[in-house]
């Protein structure tokens, strides 16, 4: 299964950068979560699913853009779930900060995150990559030992993104605007809008921390939905499945603190759900104290 990930994978950073001219122009329609989808999107998908009909090993794939197919012939050997350009506008842009995210389960009755067996995050420009297999981590391409994440634990030293599409400005200023005042001179604040891009930073020991708060306010505060649904185009854009299936077991693997904003694993979560009530918020930092100390601080 592992050299499956990285042969798809492979294929669709090859099909990424042959066609450099296409990035740029939005493709004019939305994944089945509501996610605007970008030329880059649509050639990298396509990629995906030319090598999954060449492999023909038996599969059930979730992807973005496809939601549920089924490839090969035959019942299907796995479930794989599959964010072929994770980081979007980055990669439109022709930015380092996007990934590509693959995860495996030997599980379809119905899978989820806790049943992954296998996961691949390929960064898209370098094609450094890094792979869990159970509590197994391994990483290639980096010019140093990974994981290498930071002892970071005060608030205002830490380097950190934030997410912004599809969450109101003002709501997320609201909630943690006091900490970027706070870090933004002493620490750093970025804003990749890449789940997998800001997680895979933190075990490189680049950022100290990745907040995404949306779906906890949206959850606290019902009322809050309008807001959501008019910065997402009349839909809820948290963190799907496909964002967070590579990217969480790895993350765990390398031994970072990794939980939604409540504190909760995302062993429960249903990885073809996508839903706004099977969506998810997300905290990971590279040390305990300072995961507790966000928890605490941010403005619920």
């Excluded at 959501?228 to 964002?243: K, M, S, T």
């Excluded at 759900?273 to 300072?290: F, G, V």
Aim: with cysteine.
């Amino acid at each position: 299964m592992k050299r499956l990930l990285f042969n798809a994978a492979t294929a669709i950073r090859r099909a990424a950068h042959s066609n450099r001219a296409q990035r740029g122009a939005p493709s004019g329609h939305d994944s089945p979560g509501g996610d605007a989808q970008f030329d880059i999107d649509l050639i990298a998908e396509q990629a995906l699913w030319r090598y999954l009909e060449r492999a023909r090993t038996p599969l059930a794939v979730y992807t973005e853009d496809g939601a549920l197919r089924s490839v090969g012939d035959g019942d299907p050997e796995a479930f794989l779930i599959v964010d072929p350009i994770d980081g979007t506008r980055g990669a439109a842009a022709g930015l380092e900060s996007s990934m590509i995210s693959l995860a495996v389960t030997r599980t379809s009755d119905p899978p989820r995150l806790r049943d992954i067996t296998d996961a691949l995050l390929m960064e898209l420009t370098t094609g450094r990559w890094m792979y869990a297999h159970g509590d197994s981590f391994e990483a290639h391409g980096y010019p140093y030992t990974v994981p290498a994440q930071t002892n970071v634990t005060e608030l205002k030293r830490m380097f950190w993104s934030i997410e912004f599409n599809g969450h109101p400005v003002h709501l997320m200023n609201d909630a943690y605007g006091h900490l970027v005042d706070m870090s933004s001179n002493t620490g750093g604040v970025f804003i990749f809008n890449s789940c997998a891009y800001s997680i895979s930073r933190i075990i490189t020991g680049q950022l100290d921390a990745y907040v995404d708060v949306g779906n906890r306010i949206l959850r606290d505060h019902p009322e809050t939905r309008i807001d959501f649904e008019r910065a997402g185009r009349g839909n809820i854009l948290h963190l799907f499945p496909y964002d967070v299936a590579a990217a969480v077991p790895i993350a765990q693997a390398a031994g970072i603190i990794i939980t939604d904003a409540y504190g909760d694993s995302f062993d429960n979560m249903s990885l073809t759900d996508i839903s706004s009530e099977n969506q998810r918020s997300c905290i990971a930092t590279s040390t305990r104290e300072l995961h507790e100390q966000l928890i605490a601080a941010i403005r619920w």
